[in-house]
């Protein structure tokens, strides 16, 4: 079956499951909204330093819990203590979202390293071996993708991208990354690209592979971007063309 026909292009991703005040982003309570409404779901990973990969997105406590400090640092018995924003849910590891999921709809998993690759990606596919339901990986680190290739082909891969006008990084290596200079080697099965830089002629040389954009909050600037892009990660509002 072509990825045209998945559910990559035909359902709607909701960015870090469809969350609201009382389900905060990347908690079971908005994956399980994200479920009800019919939606996939984005959700990011990142490992803490036991090696126990978790789903959160920053790299900080502070902005969605009452703690601070590095994420990196905690420990799983820590995570119970990290209430996300004052509600009742806390950090859940990505074996218990993938459980809480359970094949009930497809999941987008970001894998967030901008370090040496390895130990968080076969943690990830450790996990992901016994899991029954439809998911894809993806990532702005296309090393990620090339361990994928390399050790688990047969999982999709997405190769995240932007202009990263507001990103602190060199100028060199914002060229190679805004123009997907490795996707040769890396051989992604789609690209989700920034809809802020859509459409740009970067992308337009890949139509033979399904164009994601992310991260689009509103109708208005879905219908901006739907005519240049095969589906959208969204949130806060609900899409519809």
Not at 44 to 55: C, N, R
Not at 219 to 230: H, M, N, R, T, V
Request: glycine content about 4%.
């Amino acid at each position: 079956m072509s990825l045209f026909d998945s559910w990559l292009v035909n359902k709607y991703i909701a960015h870090r499951g469809y969350h609201n005040t009382d389900a905060p982003e990347n908690t079971l309570g908005a994956f399980e909204l994200a479920i009800h409404n019919g939606y996939a779901i984005e959700l990011d990973v990142q490992q803490i330093s036991d090696g126990t990969v978790i789903v959160f997105h920053d790299s900080r406590l502070s902005r969605l819990t009452h703690k601070d400090g590095y994420v990196k640092n905690l420990k799983i018995e820590d995570l119970k203590d990290c209430h996300i924003l004052n509600t009742e849910y806390t950090i859940p590891t990505l074996d218990e979202a993938l459980a809480h999921i359970d094949g009930r709809t497809p999941i987008l998993i970001e894998i967030k390293n901008n370090g040496k690759v390895g130990e968080l990606e076969s943690a990830v596919l450790k996990s992901l071996k016994e899991y029954k339901g439809e998911f894809a990986i993806q990532s702005f680190n296309p090393y990620v993708l090339e361990w994928f290739l390399n050790n688990a082909p047969h999982i999709l891969r997405g190769q995240l991208s932007s202009y990263f006008k507001d990103t602190k990084m060199s100028l060199i290596k914002k060229h190679l990354l805004k123009r997907m200079a490795f996707n040769k080697k890396v051989k992604p099965d789609f690209i989700s690209y920034n809809a802020d830089d859509l459409p740009n002629h970067y992308v337009k040389k890949y139509k033979e592979i399904p164009l994601l954009a992310w991260t689009v909050r509103s109708q208005s600037e879905y219908l901006k971007i739907a005519g240049c892009c095969d589906n959208i990660i969204f949130e806060n509002f609900e899409p519809s063309i």
